[in-house]
Each structure stands twice: as structure tokens, then as C-alpha cells.
Nanobody, 118 residues
Framework: QVQLVESGGGLVQSGGSLRLSCTASGIIFSIYTMGWYRQAPGKQRELVAT???????NYAESMKGRLTISRDNGKNTLYLQLNSLNPEDTAVYYCNARGPVPSTASYWGQGTQVTVSS
């Protein structure tokens, strides 16, 4: 059974930082493209950042310069460092695991709430 468990969310003041973690089980973590997405109230889920098995990284243009995605294959864990947070970053942040081609497997965590106060 595949499980993705996020942690590290919480309430932070504007300008603050958070580090999110996502620990995976039930998959061969090292071969999956991992990613972070977020969904704010009343909005669609959107890409935050992804990191491939080869450590290629893609960031949402709107957030570049304020975040760092990384992975530790030895710990089956994905990280997201968020800096200079502002109230518009308030959302539920989700971890995603996408299987390597030709697999269409895609798994989601339950999400972790990030709330930024002004």
C-alpha cells in the first residue's frame, strides 16, 4: 500500500519560513518524480515544484527564488523549504509521486495546511 505522509505545515507570520516534509512508503521512491502542489480555498490545485529521479527541478514561476525542493532517497523523503512567505501562500500543500514512463501511477498525500498571517 502506497502512503505519502506530509508534515511541517502550520501557522507562520508573513516573511517567515517553513520546511515541509513528505515521507513515502510502498513505492521505490528513488525512481519516482516527486512534487509539491498546493490548493488555496476556492482555487484549483497548482504546481509548486517537482524533482525527477535524476534531480532535475522545476519550480512554479510565481514562486521562484523563495523555495527549494530536495529529496533524500535514503530516507524516502521529499522536502520543500519555503521562505519569505506571504498570505497568498496560504493553502493546503500536497505531496505527489509520479511513476516513471510508461507507468501512469500517481499518488497523493493527505496534505498539510500552511497558513500565513499578515
Amino acid at each position: 500500500q502506497v502512503q505519502l505522509v506530509e508534515s511541517g505545515g502550520g501557522l507562520v507570520q508573513s516573511g517567515g519560513s517553513l520546511r515541509l516534509s513528505c515521507t513515502a512508503s510502498g513505492i521505490i521512491f528513488s525512481i519516482y518524480t516527486m512534487g509539491w502542489y498546493r490548493q488555496a480555498p476556492g482555487k484549483q490545485r497548482e504546481l509548486v515544484a517537482t524533482i525527477t529521479r535524476g534531480f532535475s527541478i522545476n519550480y512554479a514561476e510565481s514562486m521562484k527564488g523563495r523555495l527549494t525542493i530536495s529529496r533524500d532517497n535514503g530516507k524516502n523523503t521529499l522536502y520543500l523549504q519555503l521562505n519569505s512567505l506571504n498570505p497568498e501562500d496560504t493553502a493546503v500543500y500536497y505531496c505527489n509521486a509520479r511513476g516513471p514512463v510508461p507507468s501512469t501511477a500517481s499518488y497523493w498525500g493527505q496534505g498539510t495546511q500552511v497558513t500565513v498571517s499578515s
